[in-house]
């Protein structure tokens, strides 16, 4: 594997910047909860970040993350996250309410904290919204559906599974309209498309209405369980989880377990051990932050873009749990060179299937969605699709359905519906299929949108192909995954004339691997292996870590073989190549140059090329190296009329 990383070092070392990072800072539009960050990976702080961070002592900082009511097995996990993702070097300052939208009072919280060396990150905590705030004006209702359902005295409740067009084949299109559905009766032909054995977690604002006739139960749940006005969560689980009554509407999962977790961090972290590869996460929330790119109101983005809930969900797809979160409905592009790189999944990514909205009349993205390439998948969103929840279609005690649900609000329970179906059906039939190929194969599989637009919210799943696909794994997994060797880099040192130096080579990134050799393909006899650092010298070292020996007075090239087997005997190789630079004696017993440092004291004299330098003013890092700056450079040879130094 050639890459090529610059490495003059003579020892390791790890270093800090002097301040954190500001994630973000305070702006106009949003409301504010409180200041979060994040504590260097320091063991020492971890006893002692409760320690009192701001002038302001009424503005104190306590954990963002605790543990609630969990089992004993629970908590060991949660231990682990920890550790994996840093959850315990959170902290959370609650603002005052009164200060909520005080831009200039919690910018001055954040530049005060920005000083702290032991503080990594720093940003301000969103209030999360609903997926029922949207970009400029709320849209009409204009569905082309013709009804009119009135109460029935005797409870019997109208049928509206045909309404359900979003779950309808991609040819089967409602009169005038450009998309059809997710190709949801393809499905049920194959065991567990009903959602058998899958949980699936709504994080939302409130939770659904468990009362309602079509609606299941809450099986298990963190936070607040208690529906009291709020429909929107009632409309997302008819959607995903609807109960076959026969009548009234049809979920896409049916019996599928169905838990609930209200917005807040904590309630999140507590689900995690609670769930397992294969299960499904909805978060219908979307949070502020579109503002960097220039938009001026309800500038919605995905969850993923406060750190915290980008470390929750990327614990989450890590495990193997399918998070399906809605890109948000503030037509904010995610591609902006604001974010820099935030939704670049070659840069960072969480693992979530990013959710956008289209208008199935036009099978045009609809104008309130955030966008972007990391939107990746899409579904119903302008108002048109059928569910349980508010009565605008028939209106009863616990039996209320609208024909108007709407946004990335119900484009994300789509796909969340599909994804836990899918789900199913690959345990049923024992494939494992990641987070991201899942994400990977929606979108290769799905229904393109009109004029390019899947280019900005990506496609709509069709289940028919996406089956299909995932059954094609069958075969790939009967078959070991052939091995593939990972040696590291290239790298340069700098040879010594004192002692031998030894260098770390670890091929912990390879994959699919059993064995690991370490061998010497090139310079054996001059350069040696070790096992362990200060061990015996050899040519051959069995295991993914060994040490490259450099004996020293010498200089060259010295490639290392790594050679890795599969399961099944399969075998792949790769090689690093580590350069040894030749090292340059002193002259007059004055240290040699060295690039990497800086040199920040005046006439202070190093030996280069034969020569004596002396440095006329500050020379920082790399900044010029002695003979090429010139005459008036900032290096100036010992017995050269400018130098100053004498």
């Not at 005060?112 to 209030?127: A, M, T, V």
């Not at 989450?316 to 503030?330: F, S």
Request: glycine share 8%; aromatic share 10%.
């Amino acid at each position: 594997m050639k890459k090529t990383l610059l490495a003059l070092f003579v020892c390791t070392a790890v270093s800090f910047s002097a301040h954190a990072t500001v994630n973000d800072y305070a702006r106009e539009g949003n409301t504010y909860l409180s200041v979060i960050i994040k504590f260097k990976a320091i063991p020492s702080l971890l006893k002692s970040n409760s320690q009192q961070l701001l002038n302001d002592s009424t503005l104190t900082n306590k954990p963002l993350f605790h543990p609630n009511r969990l089992r004993s097995t629970e908590l060991t996990e949660l231990t682990e996250l920890n550790q994996k993702y840093g959850f315990d070097r959170y902290q959370r300052i609650t603002l005052p309410s009164s200060k909520s939208h005080d831009i200039r009072y919690i910018n001055n919280i954040i530049n005060e904290l920005n000083k702290n060396p032991d503080i990594e990150i720093i940003y301000p905590e969103i209030q999360p919204a609903s997926l029922e705030f949207f970009n400029n004006e709320k849209h009409n209702a204009n569905n082309n559906l013709s009804y009119s359902f009135s109460h029935d005295e005797n409870g019997i409740i109208p049928d509206f599974r045909q309404l359900q067009d979003y779950m309808k084949s991609p040819d089967d299109k409602r009169p005038g309209y450009y998309m059809g559905g997710v190709n949801r009766d393809a499905a049920y032909q194959y065991n567990g498309n009903e959602g058998d054995g899958i949980s699936i977690v709504s994080m939302e604002n409130e939770p659904w209405n468990e009362q309602h006739v079509n609606l299941p139960e809450i099986s298990f749940h963190e936070g607040n369980k208690y529906h009291r006005t709020d429909d929107h969560d009632t409309s997302s689980v008819g959607i995903m989880a609807a109960k076959d009554i026969g009548t009234g509407v049809r979920g896409l999962t049916t019996r599928s377990r169905i838990g609930f977790t209200s917005w807040q961090a904590n309630n999140l972290y507590n689900m995690i051990p609670r769930l397992k590869a294969g299960d499904v996460v909805q978060m219908g929330m979307q949070t502020g932050g579109g503002e960097i790119t220039g938009c001026k109101t309800s500038c919605f983005v995905p969850q993923e873009n406060a750190p915290d809930y980008y470390d929750l969900i990327k614990a989450l797809t890590d495990k193997g749990v399918y998070v399906i979160e809605a890109a948000g409905n503030g037509n904010v592009n995610l591609d902006h060179p604001a974010f820099k790189g935030k939704f670049d999944v070659n840069k960072r990514d969480s693992g979530a299937i990013i959710a956008g909205a289209f208008c199935a009349k036009e099978g045009k993205k609809a104008y309130f969605s955030t966008y972007g390439s990391r939107v990746t998948s899409s579904a119903w969103g302008c108002w048109d699709v059928v569910t349980t929840g508010t009565g605008d279609l028939y209106n009863a005690k616990n039996m209320e359905y609208t024909a108007s649900f709407a946004g990335t609000s119900s484009a994300n329970p789509i796909i969340a519906g599909v994804v836990a179906s899918l789900s199913s059906i690959a345990k049923a039939h024992n494939i494992h299929v990641t987070p991201a190929k899942m994400r990977e194969i929606l979108q290769q599989t799905g229904t393109p949108l009109a004029m390019g637009d899947s280019s900005r919210v990506g496609t709509q799943p069709d289940m028919e192909k996406a089956v299909a696909k995932i059954l094609a794994l069958s075969d790939e997994d009967d078959r070991p995954a052939a091995p593939v060797a990972d040696a590291g880099a290239d790298f340069t040192v700098e040879g010594t004339t004192d002692i031998a130096h030894a260098w770390p080579l670890d091929a912990s990134a390879s994959q699919n691997a059993l064995s690991y050799t370490w061998t010497i393909a090139e310079g054996s006899g001059i350069f040696w292996l070790q096992e362990k650092q200060g061990g015996h010298a050899v040519k051959k070292v069995n295991g993914p870590k060994a040490f490259a020996f450099i004996p020293a007075n010498t200089e060259g090239k010295v490639t290392y073989l790594l050679t890795v087997k599969g399961k099944d005997g399969q075998v792949s190789h790769d090689e690093i190549t580590v350069t040894i630079t030749k090292t340059e004696k002193p002259l007059d017993n004055i240290e040699p140059y060295d690039g990497m440092n800086s040199y920040p004291i005046k006439c202070t004299a190093v030996s280069h090329n034969g020569n004596i330098w002396f440095n006329q003013w500050y020379v920082d890092v790399m900044q010029e190296e002695p003979g090429t700056g010139g005459k008036w450079g900032a290096w100036r040879e010992k017995n050269a009329s400018n130098n100053n130094c004498r």
